[in-house]
């Protein structure tokens, strides 16, 4: 990363002008800074944790590359949000999942009670081969947005309102019913959309194991997305980035700044705990 892409990153991030000497002075040392961070201890138990990417441009071999960087968001015993790490990788599979799995647990996480990601390949194997009492649930806005990807403007509004008679619906049976009901109306005419909710559905539906005060931290991914819009904004004077270092320190201090905001639990969340405390009593102590 250049002198100069360094010094309109902190602009950025901090909105002021950075003297080329401090730049110098932060590029010497803000990297062992980034790794004693990503290597930090972890807490033993976190009850929501969240994994999504991130894609950059990269240069490799006189190429421009994508690099996608992993974030995983947990929520701790007090609710407040926390970057656990990041990782950077060219490719998805269920190896590299594995290994920020193993990465988390080297660092001192014995149990997760529900990981909430896009159904990204492999990755709930990656999970439960980790930490095998884990209920994945995957987000259901996702699932939502791809099943009304191909669907014409004239009937979107109309699925969309079916659909939601399934994940919005009191519980899992009424999600049943909502569901065969959605076969009966439209799969002749779009035949792939329950094709996804059928191969998902114990994932998808994970949710309506639990009240509603732990439903509505858990259906979607969107406290992870929201971290990554602000990482995007911090981000957006670098289009191509010479290095994974210079990724990773880009990521470090958008994540500094970032969690200065974060500076109270997610709403309602002494209900969600006791909740918690309900539904995982025994895990408590892992």
């Not at 990153?9 to 401090?22: D, M």
């Not at 807490?43 to 996608?68: H, L, M, Q, W």
């Not at 931290?217 to 990482?231: D, L, Q, S, W």
């Amino acid at each position: 990363m250049s002198q100069r892409d360094i010094e309109d990153t902190l602009k950025q991030i901090y909105g002021t002008e950075i003297s080329q000497g401090l730049v110098s002075r932060i590029t010497d040392k803000i990297l062992p800074e980034v790794n004693e961070w990503q290597n930090r201890p972890l807490e033993a138990v976190y009850p929501v944790v969240f994994f999504d990417g991130i894609v950059f441009n990269s240069r490799k071999d006189n190429r421009i590359i994508t690099k996608c960087v992993y974030s995983v968001l947990g929520i701790n015993m007090e609710g407040h949000k926390e970057i656990l790490g990041t990782w950077i990788s060219e490719n998805e599979s269920a190896s590299f999942y594995a290994s920020i799995c193993s990465d988390l647990q080297s660092r001192g996480v014995k149990d997760i009670f529900i990981a909430c990601h896009d159904n990204l390949t492999g990755l709930c194997n990656a999970i439960n081969s980790v930490f095998p009492k884990t209920k994945n649930q995957l987000c259901i806005v996702h699932q939502i947005r791809n099943s009304c990807k191909f669907v014409p403007y004239k009937d979107r509004k109309a699925v969309c309102a079916d659909l939601k008679k399934i994940y919005g619906a009191v519980n899992l049976d009424d999600a049943e019913f909502a569901k065969e009901e959605f076969r009966e109306k439209w799969d002749k005419k779009y035949p792939n959309i329950l094709k996804s909710w059928d191969k998902n559905w114990a994932e998808l539906t994970v949710f309506f194991e639990y009240p509603q005060e732990i439903r509505k931290i858990i259906y979607t991914t969107n406290a992870v997305e929201g971290y990554h819009r602000m990482v995007r904004k911090f981000t957006k004077s670098k289009s191509i980035f010479p290095t994974d270092d210079s990724i990773r320190k880009v990521i470090f201090m958008s994540v500094k700044e970032i969690s200065k905001k974060w500076t109270m639990p997610v709403r309602d969340w002494g209900q969600a705990y006791a909740q918690f405390m309900i539904y995982f009593e025994d895990r408590f102590a892992a």
